[in-house]
DNA sequence: GCTCCACATGGGAGCGCTCCCAAGCGTGCT
DNA sequence: AGCACGCTTGGGAGCGCTCCCATGTGGAGC
């Protein structure tokens, strides 16, 4: 309608420059009144700050963003198809924790796939090109250039899960992970302590350091065992319910006295399961079964379920700290970070 | 470390300027190479793009939002505690939609929750201060002023769901909406069907326009019955499965006759079916539950649920395509779209 | 009464980009 | 051969803000 493109409602928007004059005073003082305060007179102050909510002044942030070179938002990216983003819990609660810590530091929260590669690209647009003053990357499979890539271009990243090779070592980049190794442990030795002998493992996808890890500590209580670790006592997930389903039905293929299961997260261990169930064995009875997660909002489901638990939010939380200390330029007391896990024992072990 | 404020990986991030001097060009011809690439010699076109990537360039966009007046980002706003935000599915498949169709145009999605009075002045402070071209809002609660606010500062709204009173007059505003009214209409006509003469209903929040549709047209149908619609047929939920659950044990126990039950969502449909189970109830065959939304990846799950499909996922990316031909300045052919809904018929009726 | 300093203020410079306009240049027409 | 037009090009202006520095003003100290 109205006009053709300066989609304002109308009238200007109001300056700084306007705000002042309406003031009396200079557009410096006028800055430094509605920021900080330092060096203004009370009567300053005031005016200035009368005249703001008369004109209804709001800060143009673009300008603020290219004069401080800051745009006071970072980037959430998950290396995942947009369906498993919108549905796995795991990722709703990274982002419920990474969101909580932003807001309290009034940083907007862009929200983004990076599958692609044009996904990638932009992810590299965005951040270069300053909207971005950070990013949080978590689910990275394989050896992902992105996040290296990103921490060159002089953006501060974080990595949900662990880092490997090379990437440790670059100053713009830190991380913060579960210790899934210790954690993995527990829930197996937990297994072996309630008597089980013969116990499977469905992990992760192994080209990520989390899938890795997690079957590492399945394995080194494992072999331990009479007998032993062998290859067929594992099947590789990829998180799903539909992959813990199957898993579960080789893994009883294969080994039909199994009697424990320790799946590397807790919508696996559901769908394990439903599987054991319809095959005929009990749970806990027959065969227990420990997950990992332990995310929020789960607890009522029921059969409780013996789990892992790593505190996610707190994790989501720690990430943005850790990002916002990194864009502030502070001095990190770690680089990378590795929180502690709980098992938490419940009904199916 | 290196340097203490100045975040950069160390050297000067090239700007068009350096582009320009590389190329042997002036700033303008290598932005209009750089862009458009109108009115410039292949010459001069190539000679920038080598220089361009020889540097490294990344535009600076917040250089570029000042004088445009844009920043390409819009916000997903939910009037919710982050808890519901980031579990309810409903949600997380409306920014599925959102997310694909932004991302289809080069836009960021920033997402943001506005519950608290501080939460919503955030919201208006970001819109009002341009670095978000426009605002998407789920889950409106009563006369909620927040959506006019930001209208009237110039910012394109989009609601997802109805407008009812005098914001529905506002030019800057548009919403998308399913056909609640005739979606509820045709979930207890299809229970009537069924030969069902006692059905209840538990509803959605009733500050929420969606709440007190579905309850219309559920009323519309059931006051036709012998029996009519009394009170005590409705229970008000609040969308989640402990109150589907609660909801249908207040109907059983009002009238141990039930044999049908409409529910405003999928996931109180999901409570009310174990509610019913544990009281003894077969289903379908004492008593028939129909549901609402029918979101992707809930298929799967058993007993099928019979539901009325509203299809989120293209709402969310026509909430995007709308409110992005709102920030173009593009005429609407509507402004307040209703999308049509289908009756799913599985297992629970 | 004069100097000195702390504090308050105004306004220029500049962030990196896009837009606009004037100037340059080659071609096709009369 | 001369003129006009169209395509390219360079560079100034300006988006709204923050920083910095020079200037102004008052009171404390000698």
């Known amino acids: 309608m109205e006009d053709s493109r300066a989609a304002d409602g109308g009238r200007q928007r109001p300056t700084l420059e306007m705000v002042a004059a309406e003031a009396g005073v200079s ?25 703001a909510t008369r004109l209804g002044y709001r800060p143009n942030l673009a300008a603020r963003s290219l004069v401080l070179g800051r745009s006071g938002s970072i980037g ?9 983003l919108f549905s796995d819990p795991y990722f709703a609660t990274v982002a419920r924790g990474v969101h909580a810590e932003l807001m309290a530091h009034d940083v907007q929260l862009v929200l983004a796939l990076a599958q692609t590669p044009a996904e990638r690209e932009r992810m590299l647009r965005w951040s270069a090109g300053r909207p971005l003053d950070g990013v949080i990357i978590i689910s990275v499979h394989g ?8 921490a060159t271009e002089g953006v ?39 008597g089980r002998t013969r116990i499977g493992h469905i992990s ?42 199957e898993g579960a039905r080789r893994l ?13 997260n807790d919508v696996m261990a559901r769908g394990a399961l ?64 590795v929180v502690p896990t709980t098992l938490v024992v419940r009904e199916t072990s």
């Open 252 to 264: 009883l293929a294969a080994h039909p006295d199994l009697d424990g299961v320790f799946t590397a």
């Open 76 to 84: 959430l990216v998950v290396s995942e198809s947009d369906e498993r």
């Open 156 to 194: 501060p990243v974080v990595i949900g899960g662990a880092v490997e090779g090379p990437d440790r070592d670059i100053p713009g980049l830190a991380s913060v992970d579960a210790d899934n190794l210790t954690g993995a442990r527990s829930a197996v030795e937990h297994l072996v302590s309630r």
């Open 274 to 337: 439903s599987a054991l169930q319809q095959a005929g064995r009990r749970v806990p009875q027959d065969v227990a079964v420990v997950g990992f997660d332990d995310l929020p909002g789960t607890e009522g489901i029921s059969p409780g379920l013996t789990t892992v638990r790593q505190p996610v939010i707190e994790m989501g939380r720690q990430m943005a700290r850790t990002l916002l200390a990194m864009v502030e330029g502070l001095p990190l007391a770690e680089r990378h970070t």
């Open 204 to 245: 992760g996808p192994l080209d990520m350091v989390v899938g890795r890890d997690r079957l590492e500590g399945w394995r080194s209580v494992v072999s331990g065992l009479p007998g032993g670790a062998p290859q067929t006592l594992t099947v590789e997930g990829d998180f799903t319910e539909a992959a813990g389903a």
């Open 143 to 150: 050896a992902d250039p992105l996040p290296g890539a990103i």
């Open 27 to 51: 557009r410096g003082t006028a800055s430094r009144a509605l920021n900080g305060g330092h060096n203004v007179s009370r009567r300053a102050m005031e005016a200035v700050q009368a005249a």
